[in-house]
């Protein structure tokens, strides 16, 4: 990917074999992570050139949450060219938000990289400070112990965490270079929304959709996405 332009994340022109990289972590939420690759993995019998993959912070087998464990396909050190890097949510970004290696990791990655999360993993963005001035959002859903004293519900966390946030109820948001999804099985829209910033039209994406059997799903949620004017943008 060194040297070459990327239009396709401003201009809406289709980027040539986008890849998407996944963060997968120690307690990470199964469906965070799993939607969107399933959705590229669908979107790969209509374009073969996409691309999704697991990164870790180091090769070796990762246990995420209920004892799901994943082997990567890459560690940070390995610097994999990708297009999109994904931070899920779940119970282990309590710990990925003070992780140094993830957090410098994130940072050389280039400014053509979007820089996206599922659910809780807006929470990493925020205490990095890249959330600063920005829309974004989180799960809006307690469970049983972020609704019961002193719990909170993860949303109203991420303002806590990034006061200089912008929050959003919306299920995506997209900052430009930052798209954040909010909910557990919002990981399924922000899939779709990152072939449509791939370049892929309506009719592409409709297809997946399709054969993937949540078309209907899919339709409900597609305007519940907030796109913040270009212009009034913080540079990141």
């Not at 040539?16 to 590229?40: H, M, N, S």
């Not at 560690?75 to 994904?86: H, I, N, W, Y």
Request: glycine share 8%; hydrophobic share 40%; charged share 25%.
């Amino acid at each position: 990917m060194e040297g070459d332009v990327r239009a396709g994340h401003r201009s809406g022109e289709r980027t040539p074999g986008f890849r998407l990289g996944i963060y997968v972590f120690k307690e990470a939420e199964i469906v965070d992570f799993a939607a969107p690759y399933g959705v590229f993995s669908v979107a790969r019998r209509y374009d073969p050139e996409l691309d999704a993959f697991h990164i870790a912070d180091a090769m070796r087998p990762v246990q995420t949450q209920a004892g799901f464990t994943v082997l990567p396909n890459y560690a940070f050190s390995d610097a994999p060219a990708m297009d999109a890097f994904l931070i899920p949510g779940g119970f282990g970004t309590r710990q990925e938000m003070h992780n140094r290696r993830l957090h410098e990791f994130v940072r050389s990655l280039p400014e053509t990289t979007l820089l996206t999360s599922v659910c809780t993993g807006s929470w990493v963005y925020g205490k990095m400070g890249l959330l600063d001035g920005l829309p974004a959002t989180n799960r809006k859903e307690p469970d049983n112990v972020e609704k019961s004293p002193p719990g909170k519900v993860p949303i109203d966390r991420l303002a806590e965490i990034a006061p200089a946030c912008k929050i959003s109820r919306a299920r995506v948001v997209d900052a430009g270079r930052i798209v954040t999804a909010g909910g557990i099985t919002s990981g399924m829209e922000m899939g779709f929304h990152l072939l449509r910033r791939a370049g892929y039209d309506e009719e592409f994406i409709s297809n997946v959709a399709r054969t993937m059997e949540y078309k209907e799903a899919y339709e409900a949620y597609r305007d519940d996405v907030e796109i913040a004017a270009r212009e009034t943008l913080a540079p990141t």
